[in-house]
């Protein structure tokens, strides 16, 4: 995969050919994040309407609204940040027949390996890569699995998949667990 556009708070760079991102980054780190280096320049709102195949908005929220959902060209948009679709564009985008990987499951990882080192300092462990990658993994392809299924078993968008699953979860364990309230006279 190659990526061809990305952007800041300054504005993004697009290069059909594809982006070499550590000079990017150098770049960036040389010029105070305005100067990537290489490139067309693009403003972000260009950036998100460009005709590619996935679109990963990584930082802000709201950042795909109904005003310039029917503009998105990406067939696949993974939300890397938190609640960067509004509730009208993901609509507008599955009308679309784009598919939208949900930031609760998209951006789990992070999550995940926060509570790996949680884990690791309660039990006075020091896990390697190769042990939080395989672990990372292990959860990552359980949670796409489980929503996934939802998503095609009751026939509805992944986001609400999401949400069903969280909600099952929360109902199970509180059906195993019970609820202190209902014990107390």
């Given at each position: 995969m190659k990526v061809v556009a990305a952007s800041n708070k300054h504005g993004g760079v697009y290069d059909p050919n594809g982006l070499n991102i550590y000079?990017?980054?150098?770049?960036?780190?040389?010029?105070?994040?305005r100067d990537w280096g290489q490139g067309a320049a693009i403003t972000n709102q260009e950036l998100l309407e460009l005709d590619v195949d996935i679109l990963a908005p990584a930082a802000l929220e709201n950042v795909l609204t109904a005003e310039n959902a029917s503009n998105?060209?990406?067939?696949?948009?993974?939300?890397?940040?938190?609640?960067?679709?509004?509730?009208?564009?993901?609509?507008?985008?599955?009308?679309?027949?784009?598919?939208?990987?949900?930031?609760?499951?998209?951006?789990?990882?992070?999550?995940?390996?926060?509570?790996?080192?949680?884990?690791?300092?309660?039990?006075?462990?020091?896990?390697?890569?190769?042990?939080?990658?395989?672990?990372?993994?292990?959860?990552?392809?359980?949670?796409?699995?489980?929503?996934?299924?939802?998503?095609?078993?009751?026939?509805?968008?992944?986001?609400?998949?999401?949400?069903?699953?969280?909600?099952?979860?929360i109902a199970d364990a509180t059906e195993c667990l019970g609820n202190k309230y209902y014990f107390q006279t």
């Open positions: 000079e990017c980054r150098k770049s960036l780190l040389e010029s105070d994040d998105v060209k990406a067939r696949m948009i993974f939300e890397l940040a938190n609640g960067p679709t509004t509730n009208e564009a993901d609509e507008i985008l599955r009308d679309k027949g784009v598919i939208l990987v949900p930031d609760i499951l998209a951006n789990a990882g992070g999550v995940c390996v926060s509570y790996f080192e949680w884990l690791q300092n309660r039990h006075a462990e020091e896990w390697d890569d190769v042990t939080v990658n395989n672990r990372l993994r292990t959860k990552m392809k359980y949670a796409t699995e489980k929503v996934m299924a939802r998503h095609l078993k009751l026939n509805i968008p992944m986001r609400t998949a999401t949400y069903v699953l969280a909600l099952k979860r």
